[in-house]
């Protein structure tokens, strides 16, 4: 029955509609909680997120760890190129190595005698190099997290330095020096290096200039430490050139010749060495990392 007057309704009309609404409001109701799951930017919610924030953060620390490298290998290279002009005797490297070497058993010397020959200090540099890049990256990824951390993993290479040059014979004021020129150095650097990578992380998600202006950086870090050690290998290394005056030395024969060995001196026992040895089998192991350069043209 109808009222006079009013419009008649249509009893599946009216549930259809409040169908529709009550679905309208359940699509509305989900896309307010995904929007405030997702800080209204709809890249997927917690779950997109959640696999993407710690992504970034492993590759942060891995460029921190990189710029660790960098930053500490430059202070390095430049710490033996000062060397050569202030302290060509004694520098950073050479007194911590002697200080090694000082401090190992004689029973490790030797089996480094014998498994590396002459190279045993190439060795020895390279060993503490891959150290050095070890601790150095460490130092990095500390210090991305946590401010002035890795600085003081540097301050700790520059007591080293300080402690291994004061052991040396050969320390003047310019080696006590140079270890601490060294740290000041890694350290302004790995926070300069630190300030970029924090920039580029900060505008990553807007903006990818800072991010290739940090990369640039690391990488011509990267190239001028290289060119720098290799030009301080050259330098440091000098004594080719007294190698080779050594080799147009020619001595004078001798006076006299020394009587012949007597008849039964040598043992006979298998894998005994003859007692006199060859020249051409003849070779130096010098216990210092860097011995005294005497070119016999100049020496009198």
Known sequence: MSTP???PTNPERTGASSHAQTYAGRVDSSRQQQAAHDGGTGRGGPAAADVEQPSNERQRRRLAAAAGVVAVGAAVVLGELLAGLLSPSLSPMTAVGGAVIDAVPPGVKDWAVALFGTADKAALLVGMGLVIAVLAGMAGDLEVRRRFAGVAIVAVFGLVGVAAVLTRAQV???????PVVTAV???VLLRFLIRRLEAAAETGTTDGSARRRFLRTLAGGALATAAGGIL???WRGATAGVNDARERLRLPGAASHAPAIPAGAEAGVE???PLVTPNRDFYRIDTALSVPAV??????
Not at 172 to 178: C, D, E, G, I
Not at 295 to 300: E, I, L, M, R, V
């Open 5 to 7: 007057g009013a419009e």
């Open 172 to 178: 003047t004021p310019a080696a006590f020096a140079l």
């Open 185 to 187: 150095l890694a350290a």
């Open 232 to 234: 301080a290998g050259a």
């Open 271 to 273: 894998g005994m060495q």
């Open 295 to 300: 070119n016999p043209d100049t020496w009198s």
